[in-house]
């Protein structure tokens, strides 16, 4: 995955409004390249949950568990199919072109708002 903050997000969509040499274009956005576990990891630190135990799951089990319980579970069977396909992308030449010299990395301390 390539988590982005949502105040980049933020000034790269507001500056979009003012730029009109970007009109109409499209703009993939992401941040560091970080599996999923590490995401987990990260989040449970920023909110104060370290201390929790991750129990490793098969996606085959949560999967079928999607399609037997549906809306019960926070995730849908499609989703996992995207998390599992994962989700990339290398935005250097869009911070350069919204002005944005350092996104903001995707760490317990840029996630304070969690706790």
Known sequence: MSPIHIKDVSKIFVKA???RKISKQTYH??????NWKEILRIISIASNKESKMFIPA???F????????????PV???????????NVCNSEEVFGIFGIDKPITFSPKNLDYLS
């Open 17 to 19: 409004l003012s730029l």
């Open 29 to 34: 956005l992401g941040g560091d390249n970080i």
């Open 58 to 60: 098969p996606a085959i």
């Open 62 to 73: 949560i999967k079928i568990a999607a399609s037997i319980f549906g809306n019960l579970l």
């Open 76 to 86: 849908s069977r499609e989703q996992l199919t995207m998390i599992m396909e994962g």
